[in-house]
C-alpha cells in the first residue's frame, strides 16, 4: 500500500506542475442568476396580467395617487424633478468611475451592456403594452398619455445591478435613495403612473440578471503568492503553493511542519452542479442545501464548524488549521493533509461471477475484513456525536498506508442530525462497501460494530435516491448490486423492516400532474372566454329532451370506449378499472394534442395491469390501426350517403359528400405512387412499417385466434364513433336545427381527424372550426347556428369530462393502476 501512496505523490507533484496559475479573471454563469432572471419574468408577467384583467384596482390606485400629487406646490415639485434626474445620472458615473479605478473595467463594460438592453426592453415593451390605459394616464397639457414603462429607472437599475454592490453599502443607499425620489417625482409631476414605475423597476432588475447570466460574472482566481500571504497573516509558514487542480491547491511549509491541502471556495464552486442541487432539493426532503444559495461567508464557516467538530468526535478526517476570506468573490480552507486515497482509486468493484462463468485472470483487490470494521467504526464515531455526513462515496473514504480509513468530504454534512439523516448515512456506506467488498462482508463488518439495529433500520434507506452521485454511478454499473444488498441485509436480520421510506417530498409524476392541470386550466379558460359563445346561455336556450339525449349519448361512448379497447387486449383486464382509465383520458388529452396523453395513459395502465411493455404497445398499436381503418371506412360510408340524406334540401351535399371521398383517395394514391417511385422514400417507409410488421401484426394473428374479444374490439371502434355522431346530431336538434344524420356523421369524422392533427391539446380550434365548417357545406347550416352546435358538443365531450376524469385520474393512482 506504501508504494501505491508514493505513486500517488508524484503524480500529484505531476498535476501540480501542468495545472494553469492563479490570477486569471474567468467568467462563470451563475444559476443563482438565472433563477432571478425566471423570478423577475413572472413578476413582470403579473404585472401586465394586473394591468390587463385587475382594471378598476389599478385604475383606482392612479386616481388616488393623482389627487395626492394635485395638491402640491408646483415650484418646489419642479425642482426636485430636476435634482432626481440629475441624480440618475450621477449615480452610475460615479460608480462607473470608481469601478474603473478599482480596475474593474469589465463589470462596468457588462453594466453599460445591460443599460443598454434594459432601455431597448422599456421601448419595445412601450410599442407591446401601448393598449393597456392602465399603465399610462393623459399628460397634463393634452398632448397624449405617458409611457407604459417609466424608462428612466429602468437602464440605472440594470447598469448598477449588473456591476454588482455586494458590500458597497454607500452605493446601494444612495441608488435606493435615487430610485425612490426619482419614483416619486415621477408620480407628482404626472409622468408616470404605479405600475409603469414597478414595471420599470422589474424590467431594469431582470435585465441585470439576465445580462450576468448570459455574458457571466468576472471572477478572479486568486494568485499563489495571494494565497500564501493570506495564509501567513493566519500563522501559517507557507514555503511554496502548488495548484493540484481547480480550486485545491497544495502548501507546503518550513521547517518541515506538515503539509496543507487547501481548499479554494469561490463562484465556480458555489455555482458547479447548482441547478442539480436545486432540483434534488426540490424533490428530496433530505436533501442538504445547495452550497450556491448560501453566502460565501456561511459556507466558509460551516465547512470549519464541521472539520473541527469531526476532528473533536475522534473521527479520521481533514482537521482544518486556517480559514481566511480572500475578498468578496473568494475564501479559502486549509486542512492538515491526509496520504490517503480514496476507495474508488484503490480497489476494484465487487463484481460477482455469473454462475458457471469462469474466475478472472486477475484477482480482485478488495479492502480486508479489518478495512471494513474500521471504516464502519469511524462512521459510528460520526454517529455517536450525531453528526451526518451525507455526502459518503468511493470518493470521500479514503485508506492510507498503514490501513486507517479516513473520512472526508464533511462540507455537505451536519451537526443535531436527526435519526433519518444518521440511518442515511448507514445506507451509504452499505452501499459503497459493498461495491468494492461485496454485500455479504459489507453487512457482516457493519453488524460486527454497529449491532443489528442501525443496520436493519438503514435497510428501508437503501434507495438509489437516497444515495450520493458517485455511490449510485457506481452501483448503476452494476444493476443487480443494489438488489443482492438488500436481500443480503434481510437474510442476516429477517425481522428488518422492508417497506421503502418515501423520502421524495415531489415525485415527478405529480410534477407532471401539476402541469397538466394548468394546462386543462388555461384550455378551459381558453376555451370559454376566447369564443362568442356564452356556455351558459348556449345550455339554458338548448331543448332540453334533445339536450338531454346529447348527454346520454356523451356519456355511453366511455362504456363502449371500455369494450373497445378491452377487445384488443387478449389479457384479461378489470372492468371497473378499464373503465376508469377511460374517463381519466378526458383528463389527460385536454393537456396533450394529437391523443397523445390518452395512449400514454393506455399504455401506462396496461403496464401497472403487469402486462409487459411491449406487448402494452402492441396492443395499443393494433387498436389504433383498427381506429383508423374503420374511420376512414366510415368516413367513406357516410360520405356516400350524404346525397341521401334529403332533410337538408339541399342537392349539393351529395357533390360535397363526394368531394370528401375523391380528396381522401386522391391524397393515399399520391402518397402511395410517391412511395413506390422514390426510393429514399420507399426504405423509409420501410424503416417506419417494421416496428408494425415485428409487433403489431404478431398481437393481431394471437388476436385473431380469439375472434369474440375481436368482434367486441371492432364492434366498440364502431359504436363508439356513432355514439360522438350521435351526441353531435342531438346537439344539432337541440339548438333548433334539422340537419341529415349522415351530414353531421361527416362533418364529425372529418373534425375528429383535425383533432388529431392540430397540434393543440384536445384539437382546440381545429375540432370547432372545421366540424362547424363541414356542417354548413354538408347540412347547409348558418355557420353561426353551426359553431353554436359544435360548441354544445364540446362542452360535453370535451369540457365538462375533466372534473370526472380528473377525479378517475386520482383514484386510479391511489390504487396504483397507472
Known sequence: MATVIQADESQEQRTAQSAPRGGQTDRVRHPAALIRLVSGLCWIALVLLLAGYARSSALGLDTDVSRVTDQMPWPPVKLAAALCGGALLLVPLGYAVDRLLHADGRRVA??????????????????????????????????????????HLAPVLAFMTAIGTTGMRRWRSALAVTLTLSGLSGL?????????????????????????????????????????????????????????????????????????DVHLLDRHVQ????????????????????????????????QTLLGHAAAAAGVRTRTPVAAVELGPDAALVAYRRIDARPFAELFTECTPAAAGAEPAAEPEITPTDAELRDAWQQLALLQRRRIAHRSISPQTVLLDAEGRVHLVGLARGEIAASDLLLRLDVAGMLAV???????????????????????????????????????????????????????????????????????????????????????????????LFNTNVNPVTLVADSDPLWLAGAVLWAAASYPVATFAFSGFVPEKLSFRSTLAAQVAGAFVKVAAPGGVGGLALNTRYLQCANIPTAQAMSSIGVSQLFGLVLHMMQLAVFSALVGVDTTSGDDSSALTGGWVVWLAGLAAAVVAVSIAAVPSLRR????????????????????????????????????????????????????????????????????????????????????????????????????????????????????????????AFTWLKRRRAI
Not at 443598454?116 to 412601450?126: F, R
Not at 500564501?228 to 485545491?248: E, I, K, N, Q
Not at 452542479?273 to 448560501?294: D, F, K, Y
Request: overall charge positive.
Open 110 to 151: 457588462d453594466g453599460v451592456l445591460a443599460a443598454v438592453v434594459a432601455y431597448g426592453l422599456s421601448l419595445l415593451l412601450d410599442l407591446l403594452a401601448g393598449d393597456l390605459t392602465t399603465l399610462t394616464h393623459p399628460l397634463s397639457g393634452g398632448d397624449g398619455r405617458t409611457d407604459p414603462v417609466y424608462g
Open 271 to 302: 455555482a458547479s452542479g447548482l441547478l442539480g442541487h436545486l432540483w434534488l432539493a426540490l424533490r428530496l426532503r433530505t436533501a442538504p442545501r445547495p452550497l450556491g444559495l448560501r453566502p460565501l461567508r456561511a459556507g466558509l464557516e460551516h
Open 684 to 807: 423509409r417507409a420501410q424503416t417506419l412499417l417494421r416496428p408494425l410488421r415485428a409487433e403489431v401484426l404478431p398481437r393481431l394473428l394471437d388476436l385473431a385466434q380469439r375472434p369474440g374479444r375481436l368482434a367486441t374490439g371492432v364492434a366498440g371502434q364502431l359504436l363508439v364513433s356513432m355514439c360522438f355522431v350521435a351526441c353531435l346530431y342531438c346537439c344539432t336538434r337541440a339548438v333548433g336545427q334539422h340537419p341529415g344524420f349522415n351530414a353531421v356523421a361527416v362533418s364529425f369524422l372529418a373534425g375528429n381527424a383535425a383533432g388529431n392533427v392540430v397540434p393543440t391539446p384536445g384539437g382546440v380550434g381545429g375540432v370547432e372550426g372545421l366540424t362547424a365548417g363541414m356542417l354548413k357545406a354538408t347540412a347547409g347550416l348558418d355557420y353561426g347556428t353551426a359553431f353554436a352546435a359544435v360548441m354544445l358538443y364540446r362542452l360535453l365531450t370535451f369540457i365538462l369530462p375533466v372534473l370526472p376524469g380528473w377525479a
Open 188 to 260: 407628482i409631476t404626472g409622468y408616470a403612473t404605479p405600475l409603469s414605475l414597478v414595471l420599470s423597476l422589474l424590467l431594469g432588475w431582470t435585465t441585470a440578471h439576465a445580462t450576468r447570466y448570459a455574458v457571466g460574472e468576472p471572477v478572479g482566481t486568486p494568485t499563489e503568492d495571494q494565497i500564501a500571504a493570506a495564509l501567513t497573516a493566519c500563522g501559517v509558514r507557507p514555503d511554496a503553493v502548488l495548484a493540484l487542480g481547480p480550486s485545491r491547491y497544495l502548501v507546503t511549509q518550513h521547517d518541515g511542519r506538515p503539509d496543507l
Open 433 to 527: 462497501l459493498a461495491v468494492h467488498a461485496g454485500p455479504e462482508r459489507a453487512v457482516r463488518a457493519a453488524i460486527d460494530v454497529l449491532g443489528r439495529g442501525p443496520v436493519g433500520a438503514a435497510l428501508p434507506l437503501l434507495q438509489p435516491i437516497a444515495l450520493a452521485r458517485d455511490t449510485r454511478a457506481a452501483l448503476a454499473q452494476h444493476k443487480q448490486l443494489a438488489g443482492e444488498l438488500r436481500a443480503e441485509v434481510q437474510r442476516q436480520m429477517p425481522q428488518a423492516a422492508t417497506e421503502p421510506v418515501r423520502l421524495e417530498r415531489v415525485r415527478p409524476r405529480t410534477l407532471l400532474s401539476i402541469v397538466a392541470g394548468v394546462a386543462v386550466g388555461y384550455a378551459l379558460l381558453n376555451f
